[in-house]
Antibody
């Protein structure tokens, strides 16, 4: 069965960076795009971007360009999202989710979420 | 960016009742509209994709409809386990955008 296992909660200081992970299993890692979604405590959901694991190609929400960097390690079927220059507004739960390509890119499976807290 | 407006924000209904949730896009999204259910403390879960296609394992009491800018999620007979927040997502244009959610509770 498809599983997306995310790394544990992070507590980070303003101005620092964090790198969270999403380990995939139960399917061919390169067959689906890996998306990242931000959810603030007010429950709003924002799509951050996606990476195509096979090619490493990425597409970002303009709002998150310069904030988020998406990478993958195909050898371990793991996707990563690095968040840089953290501020309190980056405090949120971040989800990874897989989707197909083109018109098939609904988010069929989600990770359990990683809470990132930015506080001094 | 396409704005997605969900209504109502909060809904209270009785077990067995037919429930309708609405999602309106700021422009035509060509039926590239999904519905997700999020229970408290859990990740969102896909219910319906491309307006009216039920995801694997989702009960048939859930259905979707719509076109253009207006979309609807219907629960034909509300069950206690349907207590959750429901989000719509448009995938017609980048960036992908979510609605703000409808929180559904049992009366």
């Amino acid at each position: 069965q498809v599983q997306l296992q995310q790394s544990g909660a992070e507590l980070a200081k303003p101005g620092s960076s964090v790198k969270i992970s999403c380990k995939a299993s139960g399917y061919t890692f390169t067959s689906y795009a890996m998306h990242w979604i931000k959810q603030t405590t007010g429950q709003a959901l924002e799509w951050t971007g996606y990476i195509a694991p096979g090619s490493g190609g990425t597409k970002y929400n303009e709002k998150f360009k310069g904030k988020a960097t998406l990478t993958v390690d195909k050898s371990s079927s793991t996707a990563y999202m690095q968040l840089s220059s953290l501020t309190p507004v980056d405090t949120a739960v971040y989800y990874c989710a897989i989707g197909g390509y083109g018109a098939y890119n609904w988010f069929a499976y989600w990770g359990q979420g990683t809470l990132v807290t930015v506080s001094s | 960016d396409i704005q997605m407006t969900q209504s109502p924000s909060f809904l209270s209904a009785s077990v067995g009742e037919r429930v309708t949730l609405s999602c309106k896009a700021s422009q035509n999204i060509n039926k590239y509209l999904d519905w997700y259910q999020q229970k408290l403390g859990e990740a969102p879960k896909l219910l319906i994709y491309n307006t009216n296609n039920l995801h694997t394992g989702i009960p048939s009491r859930f259905s979707g409809s719509g076109s253009g800018t207006d979309y609807t999620l219907t629960i034909s007979s509300l069950q206690p386990e349907d207590v959750a927040t429901y989000f719509c997502l448009q995938r017609n244009s980048w960036p992908l955008t979510f609605g703000s959610g409808t929180k559904l509770e049992i009366k």
